[in-house]
């Protein structure tokens, strides 16, 4: 069985500093891993994807996670907080159950950025 | 370039009605999926479907049904609404062969 456990429910970081949203994953084979963000009373949007190619993979607005097999981690960073960073950050992982790409979601991670 | 559209954004029902969310995409997936999304719990889904005409439950499927008629169309109808339903519905689809989904704007759904 798949899982997705985010290890922060909240993040406050200050704007300039780095940020880092933890993420760790169980699954029984090579999954693809993704993280998701939702800025308020908005949809979700792709922020960056791992499916099995580079370990460090690049997203948009200067987010980027690195999957680590051996710790079972696909946390993600920002070397420095924007202010329209602000919001919630979904770690999902999938894989191909019944029939369709099954997405699991972790909880959520809410970040805040203060000036 | 719509994406995924849902429809309406809002909406408030009293206990016992019914409504049905409305869901349309225009990237010719065929993968499409409805989730609810409550506070702190991440979103779970509530049905599925790999293509027109074939449709599937997920985890939270009770009180809800489906359809898909065609390939751009996944709505999802809420029969005698309870309070355990409210909550905010996404609606999202892929393509078989990519497993990253697109996902609407959401529709805030409360039940009183």
């Known amino acids: 069985a798949q899982s997705v456990t985010q290890l922060d429910s909240h993040v406050s970081v200050s704007e300039g500093t780095p940020v880092l949203l933890r993420c760790n994953y169980s699954s029984s084979y090579s999954p693809s891993l993704f993280w998701y963000v939702q800025h308020p009373n908005k949809g979700l949007q792709l922020l960056l994807k791992?499916?099995?190619?580079?370990?460090l993979v690049k997203g948009i607005n200067g987010f980027e996670a690195e999957f680590k097999k051996s710790e079972t981690s696909f946390h993600l960073t920002k070397p420095s907080a924007h202010m329209s960073d602000a919001a919630e950050y979904f770690c999902v992982v999938s894989g191909s159950s019944g029939g369709y790409n099954k997405l699991i979601f972790g909880a959520g991670t809410r970040l805040a950025v203060h000036p | 370039n719509a994406g995924v559209t849902q429809t309406p954004k809002f909406r408030i029902l009293k206990i016992g009605q019914s409504m049905t969310l409305q869901c349309a995409q225009d990237?010719?997936?065929?993968?499409m999926y409805w989730y609810r999304q409550d506070p702190g719990m991440g979103l779970k889904l509530i049905y599925y479907?790999?293509?027109?005409?074939?449709?599937d439950k997920g985890e939270v499927p009770n009180g809800y049904n489906v359809s898909r008629s065609t390939t751009e169309d996944f709505p999802l109808r809420l029969e005698l609404a309870a309070p355990s339903q409210t909550s905010v519905y996404f609606c999202?689809?892929?393509?078989?062969?990519?497993?990253?989904?697109?996902f609407g704007q959401g529709t805030r759904l409360t039940v009183v």
């Open positions: 999202a689809s892929s393509f078989p062969t990519r497993p990253e989904a697109f």
């Open positions: 479907s790999v293509g027109a005409g074939i449709t």
């Open positions: 990237m010719n997936h065929n993968y």
């Open positions: 791992y499916t099995s190619a580079a370990t």
